[in-house]
Each structure stands twice: as structure tokens, then as C-alpha cells.
């Protein structure tokens, strides 16, 4: 398994969109699947935020994707976030979220970032553990979150 930016593999742009829309369409209602295609096509960068980025297995085929981006939780003024950490049902527990939040902070490193800032509804254990402190929690679009930091 490998992780690559998403503009190496262009073609993989409607399957992140696909899982993304499914997963966190109802925070942005009225969003279409047409326009989160054209978002995530904005994400095809390297050496500037927005990066989105796929996971690939051994034949290539996509195994998760996760984003570097600004702006995550409308209205607060922290800059960077990770976002849109996806693995599907098949392929979890197999380490891949984990090299994928890694390889979003290497690259917001690199990019000269000292601080890197999340918010999760679902998997903050799974942040925890890979050195994210647990900031606030507040309620965002009528959910629960926690928000995370973490130095780089
Ligand atoms: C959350 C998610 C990205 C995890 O992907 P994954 O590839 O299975 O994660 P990893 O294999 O890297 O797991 C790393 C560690 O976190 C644990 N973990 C994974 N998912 C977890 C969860 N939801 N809650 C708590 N711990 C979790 C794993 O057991 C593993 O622990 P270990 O290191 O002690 O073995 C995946 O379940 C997913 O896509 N869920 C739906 C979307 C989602 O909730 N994304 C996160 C939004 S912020």
C-alpha cells in the first residue's frame, strides 16, 4: 500500500467524491455529487493547500483517501485542517487511515505548518492514538464533535 496525491491519479477523483458524498453529504445539504467532484478536482495539488490524497494497494485500486484543506469548521479561524479521512468497510483495521493522516502531516510539514487541526464525530480514539490532543467539543451542524490538534 502506498499513498499518493490524488492529482497523480486523476481518475480516482469520482470514487473520492462518491465516498465522501455518502459519508458527509448531509453536512453540506444541497451540495450535489456533480459539485463535489468539481471540489475534490480543486484539491489536486502538491505544494499547496487544498491536497487531497488516495491510498493504493498492490494493483493500484484505491484503498482510502483523506485531504489537507482550509476553512474545515465554518467560521474558525484555524488553518490547517485534515479532512475526509475514508477507508471502506473492507479494507479497515489494516493500518491505512493511519499512513494516511500521516502522509497529511508530512505534506502540511513540509509546507511549513507548525500546527494541524481536525474535527471528528467518529473515530477520535483513532486520532488519540496517533498523537492528536483533544481540544473542545461543540456541536456543528447537528452533530457532536471533538476537535484535535496536533504540533508538527
Ligand atoms: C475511521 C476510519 C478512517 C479508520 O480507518 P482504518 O484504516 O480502519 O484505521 P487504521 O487501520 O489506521 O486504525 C488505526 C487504529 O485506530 C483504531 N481505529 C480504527 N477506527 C477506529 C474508530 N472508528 N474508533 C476508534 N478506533 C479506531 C484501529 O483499531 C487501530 O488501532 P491500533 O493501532 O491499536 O490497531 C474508517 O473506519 C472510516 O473510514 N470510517 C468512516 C469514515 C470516518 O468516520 N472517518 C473519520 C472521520 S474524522
Known sequence: ???????????????VAAWGFAE????????TLAQRVIRI???????RVPVAFVALDEDDGIVGTASLIFDDLEGDPRNPWLAS???PPEQRKKGIA??????????????GYS?????????PDLYAGLGWRPLERRDYRGEHVQ??????
Request: glycine share 4%.
Open 1 to 15: 500500500m502506498r499513498i499518493a496525491p490524488l492529482v497523480e491519479r486523476p481518475d480516482l477523483a469520482a470514487q
Open 24 to 31: 458527509w453529504g448531509h453536512l453540506n445539504p444541497g451540495q
Open 41 to 47: 478536482q480543486g484539491k489536486m495539488n502538491v505544494d
Open 85 to 87: 479521512v475514508y477507508v
Open 98 to 111: 493511519s499512513a494516511l493522516v500521516r502522509a497529511v502531516e508530512d505534506t502540511a510539514r513540509r509546507l
Open 115 to 123: 500546527r494541524l487541526y481536525l474535527f471528528t464525530s467518529t473515530a
Open 147 to 152: 476537535v484535535m490538534d496536533r504540533t508538527l
